[in-house]
Each structure stands twice: as C-alpha cells, then as structure tokens.
C-alpha cells in the first residue's frame, strides 16, 4: 500500500 510506503519513507527521515 502507498501509506505504508509513505510510513517507511517518514521513518527513514526521522532516523536520518
């Protein structure tokens, strides 16, 4: 799913 993409997307930016 698209959302779960943009979660992991958003997950590797904060742990960035």
Do not use: T
Request: net charge positive; hydrophobic share 50%.
């Amino acid at each position: 799913m698209v959302l779960k993409h943009l979660l992991l997307m958003k997950a590797k930016s904060y742990r960035n």
